[in-house]
């Protein structure tokens, strides 16, 4: 039977925003506003906070929510994730950044049932359509998925280049579905010369032979990395703006 936990991998340092998951916003943390998220979906059998600081284990658990401590010398979020998931019993693994705290909970009911279909050589993830300008961002990152909805490539870059309007422009959200056996794989990976050009780690995936299946949903979501996002979000506390 399928057991699906969630985890949120968080750790204090942050190069533009140092202390994000600490951040208030109407009051509470970003990191408890990402796990009150996702609690709200009732997606999941689990959730839990992966993190390497006792400052924000201590206020997920005063939250209420479940926090494990991991090593401090994690290369990778994904990394983290596993070594907390070996501590369940579980089937499946969710991995969402802990800077994303407006996936709707329609989305994340949606994704716990695809990833129940996954198998060990595949991840599981979210794309949507990208706007102009965010095309042209590179802090954005762009997908391009074949007719199946599997992902051919990830990059900052605007792509699909487009000499004749028509080629859809996707988008990437960082949240990741694998089976427990599929993340283990994963984490055996090293970084490849791709995910080192790009800075972007699902490309180790696909560099060693893997595939990921994209569920196509468009949203209004936004991961929080600057000052800038974060007001942003305080902006849509305050009118009540997002929810599940």
Do not use: W
Request: glycine content about 8%; aromatic content about 10%; some cysteine.
């Amino acid at each position: 039977m399928a057991y699906v936990l969630f985890v949120i991998p968080a750790r204090f340092g942050s190069t533009r925003l140092p202390g994000k998951p600490l951040k208030e916003i109407g009051g509470v943390a970003l990191i408890v506003h990402v796990y009150k998220n996702a609690m709200a979906s009732r997606a999941f059998d689990e959730i839990c906070v992966a993190t390497d600081d006792e400052r924000i284990a201590d206020v997920v658990r005063g939250a209420g929510g479940r926090a494990e401590m991991t090593a401090r010398d994690h290369v990778s979020g994904t990394d983290r994730v596993f070594e907390a998931a070996r501590r369940f019993p579980c089937t499946h693994v969710v991995n969402l950044q802990g800077d994303e705290p407006r996936i709707p909970g329609d989305l994340l009911r949606a994704f716990s049932t695809a990833l129940k279909q996954i198998d060990d050589n595949y991840l599981l993830t979210v794309v949507s359509h990208a706007t102009i300008e965010e095309k042209k961002d590179p802090d954005v990152v762009k997908a391009v998925i074949d007719h199946r909805n599997e992902a051919l490539y990830f990059s900052r870059a605007p792509i699909p280049f487009e000499r004749e309007d028509g080629a859809p422009c996707y988008k990437h959200t960082g949240i990741y579905g694998f089976t427990l056996e599929g993340l283990k794989r994963f984490c055996t990976f090293r970084e490849g010369a791709l995910e080192h050009a790009e800075r972007l780690e699902q490309l180790r995936a696909l560099e060693n032979g893997m595939r990921i299946r994209c569920l196509v949903y468009d949203f209004d979501s936004f991961g929080i990395d600057t000052p800038e996002d974060l007001e942003r979000f305080r902006l849509q506390v305050a009118g009540n703006e997002y929810g599940t």
